[in-house]
């Protein structure tokens, strides 16, 4: 076997010392180690906490935040099919938590918006997972840096439109 140069925290993986090698500068891989870390502090915060999933907490963050919205509309900014949107939906629906009325312009859409419970419940989830994040994230960034990261993940995810 060749000889390696001794590892440092900076080139190896976060909880074991394997060399991350030629992953280091690949995104994606940084994004799934990252991921890690996010995942732990939503489960801690708002799935434990506040019963919600992940998809359940974004949907009825996005419908507070919009009003109205159609499940057209959250499909397409999720890239999750109509059909599991109407599903996840559905499961809000049933905790009370979402309403659901048809458009008076075209019967088979409907508008979403969410309840009293529904509203207060995703103000608390993202106030707590906020929290939650800026404490946990202050291992490693500081907030400027933390907000630096929240606008570089926000414009690489708007790669995703047409034409850029």
Known sequence: MPARKPLSPDDTTPEAPLHEGALGPVIGYQLAQATIVTSQVF?????????????????LTLIAENPGVSARQLSRALAVTPPNITMWVDKLSERGLVTRERSATDGRAQHLSTTPAGTELARQA?????????????????????A?????????????????
């Open 126 to 146: 993202v106030r707590a997972l906020r929290e939650a994040e800026r404490e946990t994230l202050a291992r490693g960034l500081s907030a400027a840096e933390q």
């Open 43 to 59: 489960a801690a915060t708002a799935g434990r906490g506040l019963d919600l999933r992940p998809v359940e907490f974004t949907l």
């Open 148 to 164: 630096i990261l929240a606008e570089l993940l926000h414009k690489l995810a708007r790669c995703r439109r047409k034409g850029n």
